[in-house]
Every structure is written in C-alpha cells, then in structure tokens.
C-alpha cells in the first residue's frame, strides 16, 4: 500500500506571494491533519480535516487554509507569506477522525520564503 | 494547554549501548505517540500507547506508558547506526481535542 505523498516536496516562494501544498493520503484514510515544523517552534498542528469538513484548528492566522476533497486528498494554502511561513509542512493520514487512531506522515514540503 | 517534555534532548551513544527517551506531560496522556525523523524528512510511525502500564515492542525499541498515564518512555537495546535521528513522542489532547501535541525531540547520534 502506498504511503502518504505530498507536493511538492520544495518550493521557494518571495514574501506577499500565496502556495498550495497537496496531500494524498493513504488509500482508505478518510482523515488528513496538517503541521508545521519549525526549529524553533518544532511541529505546530495546523488542521485536520475528515470528510470534506474541517474537525479542528490549531492557533495559526486566518492566512492558513486548507481543504479536503471527496477522494480524501487534501490541500492547504497559505496566503500573502511572511519570511516566518518558511518551515517544512508535514500531513499525516489516518483511517478515521478522533482518537485512538494511528497517523501516518508524509515526506513533507519544505517551504523557503524569501 | 498541553506540553510534553522530552528528556535528554540529544544523546550520544556507542553502539551496542541501551538507551532510554523520556516524554512527560502536564497533563493525563489519553493517546500517546512515538515517532522517527530523520532531518528535514517525514516522520516514521514507531508505536502507539493508549492504556496505562501499557508496553509494546518492535525489534529491539520498547516504549511504555506509566501507570498514571503522565509519563512515557522509549528504550532501545543493543543501539546501531540505523537507530540515530530525532525521536518524537506526540499527545492527543482528550476528549474531542484529538490532535496531537509535540515534545521538542530528542537527537541520537549512534557512533559505530
């Protein structure tokens, strides 16, 4: 069974300028989290989505986004970046929403702002 | 707001050498997680404890989880090279908070 890939793996964007990352996620994963790792700040959760809905939000500006789609994949989005956006984004998939449930990590994609 | 510790933050090892992480929360541990990172990759699933007293195993790491559920541990016996990375252990907040916090990590260098 494939693992949980994301795209792209890098990407160097200028300050102002928005990205969309994408997740696919294990196949029959229905829940897809997002997070944010930082060395300074370490891995921050940024959302998690089951079922095209969004089940919980960390503390991050109305700058980060995301979605989910019926096939599970998931996308997130990160508006007018700031040279602090730069961090290495990890999604995590797991059979179902709540917990209990194994999650499973991607490669991530290492975002360069500059 | 939950908060993990991990301890030692980095470690040096010989191989061969046991060693033992410690995670501990401020607050009961309903889900807790342990992870592999190599740097700047993804994270690699290791174990999952949900109960207290609870233990598992896979090769030669071991994790448990304490009886009142605060505190975790992850040993590895007989280390080798292929054990170094970042070690995570991650928490699930409770109840309806299912996310999972982070410890800061712990760095093992293994030296052949």
């Known amino acids: 069974k494939a693992g949980v890939t994301q795209t792209p793996r890098y990407l160097i964007k200028t300050r102002g300028q928005q990205v969309t990352l994408s997740c696919s996620p294990i196949?029959?994963?229905?829940?897809v989290s997002w997070y944010q790792q930082t060395p300074g700040q370490g891995l921050q959760f940024l959302f998690e989505y089951f079922s095209e809905t969004q089940r919980n939000k960390g503390n991050f500006p109305g700058r980060f986004s995301g979605r989910q789609f019926s096939n599970s994949r998931s996308e997130m989005n990160v508006s007018t970046l700031e040279l602090g956006d730069s961090a290495l984004y990890l999604c995590?998939?797991?059979?179902?929403?709540?917990?209990?449930?194994?999650?499973?990590f991607g490669p991530g994609t290492r975002l360069t702002v500059l | 707001s939950q908060e993990l510790e991990q301890s030692p933050q980095s470690l040096i090892v010989q191989e061969g050498k046991n060693l033992t992480i410690n995670c501990t929360s401020s607050?009961?541990?309903?889900?807790l997680y342990w992870y592999k990172q190599k740097y700047g990759e993804g994270l690699i699933f290791l174990m999952m404890?949900?109960?207290?007293?609870e233990e598992k195993s896979h090769e030669k790491i071991t994790a448990k989880l304490d009886e009142k559920k605060q505190q975790s541990s992850l040993h590895i016996t007989a280390s080798q090279p292929s054990h170094a990375g970042i070690y995570l252990c991650g928490a699930e907040g409770g109840g309806s908070n299912y996310k999972l916090t982070f410890g800061k990590g712990t760095l093992l260098t293994v030296n052949p």
């Open positions: 607050k009961t541990l309903y889900g």
């Open positions: 196949s029959g994963h229905r829940s």
């Open positions: 995590a998939s797991s059979l179902f929403a709540g917990g209990g449930n194994e999650q499973f």
């Open positions: 404890l949900q109960k207290g007293g």
